[in-house]
């Protein structure tokens, strides 16, 4: 494991634009499970008038253009990550939508607002890069009010299981056959952690599962994945590429779980 610098570089590299994140995306397209990821989160907040919300590492800022029609216009909504380059794709990706968001660069270990300033507080599958997660999450319970909800999902431990079988096939000494750094803070392990943080916490689950009878979409989505970028490239790629083409001939389809979760911490 790289050291904190390091981890630092690689992720503000990982995420200077949004174009890994989009190229990951894509994959999500051939879920079978056609409840929208978007819509499937935000049905699960409860978000009540005049509230003021906080979004962590927003990313491409989805959660609202997807949901655009049920912003309510006295909600005041903060959308931030750590990457400005990520946070001008957001404003782009947003500005299709009637609504007068804000903007700041922040980074979660360290919120730039004072006590008990924010009533919602949500940060979609990025508590797991955070360097420090624990100095984000008292940040988070140190601006949100009492009885404010922090929204939080991840991946479960199990999620794309079959794939990482695959790519454990075809070459263990990569280290892609895992889902990252998501083992920092997942669906088995965050439950225990938010206990620490929040009076209460609650968990809903989104299950599906992603078919491809091409190699392409699965190649592309390991390759934009941190450890991907180096190590999935040139004749390596090339070999990723055949040896799925060849397991889809024999099979017919490459079939891959995803499992999902939202936590609901109430301070
Ligand atoms: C996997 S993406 C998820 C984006 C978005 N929340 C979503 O679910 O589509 C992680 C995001 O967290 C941001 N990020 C990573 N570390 C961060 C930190 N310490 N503080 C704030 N944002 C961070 C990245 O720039 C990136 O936009």
């Known amino acids: ?16 634009t949004a174009k890994n994140l989009k190229t990951r995306s894509l994959l999500h397209s051939y879920n079978t499970n056609k409840i929208d ?33 049920f912003i309510k216009n006295d909600w005041n909504i903060t959308l931030s990550d750590f990457s400005s380059g990520m946070l001008e794709n957001t404003r782009k990706n947003l500005e299709r939508v009637n609504y ?8 979660a270990q360290d919120i730039p607002y004072e006590n008990e300033y924010f009533d919602i507080i949500i940060a979609r599958h990025m508590l797991y890069l955070v360097p420090e997660i624990e100095k984000a999450l008292s940040e988070i319970k140190r601006v949100l009010v009492n009885g404010g ?21 075809f070459d263990s000494n990569m280290g892609l056959h895992n889902n990252g750094m998501c083992h920092r803070f997942n669906m088995e392990g965050g ?4 206990k620490k943080y929040f009076s209460q916490v609650k968990m809903d689950v989104l299950q599906g599962n992603i078919v ?3 190699a392409e979409p ?28 060849d397991y889809i001939k024999k099979n017919g389809s490459i079939s891959i779980t995803t499992k999902s979760c939202i936590f609901k911490a109430k301070k």
């Open 100 to 107: 007068n968001f804000s903007y700041e660069e922040i980074d």
């Open 37 to 69: 990821w978007n819509n499937w989160c935000f049905s699960q907040m409860q978000i009540p008038n005049k509230a003021k919300i906080l979004e962590l590492g927003c990313g491409t800022g989805d959660l609202w253009y997807e949901n655009r029609h």
């Open 218 to 245: 699965i190649v592309t989505y390991k390759a934009s994945t941190i450890k991907g970028t180096s190590v999935l490239i040139g004749n390596k790629r090339q070999q990723f590429t055949e040896y799925l083409e």
């Open 191 to 194: 439950y225990l952690l938010l």
């Open 212 to 214: 491809v009878d091409y």
């Open 149 to 169: 909800i922090f929204y939080v999902t991840t991946n479960s431990h199990d999620s794309m299981s079959e794939l990482n079988t695959l790519v454990e096939k």
């Open 1 to 16: 494991m790289e050291n904190g610098t390091n981890i630092k570089q690689i992720l503000k590299e990982q995420y200077k």
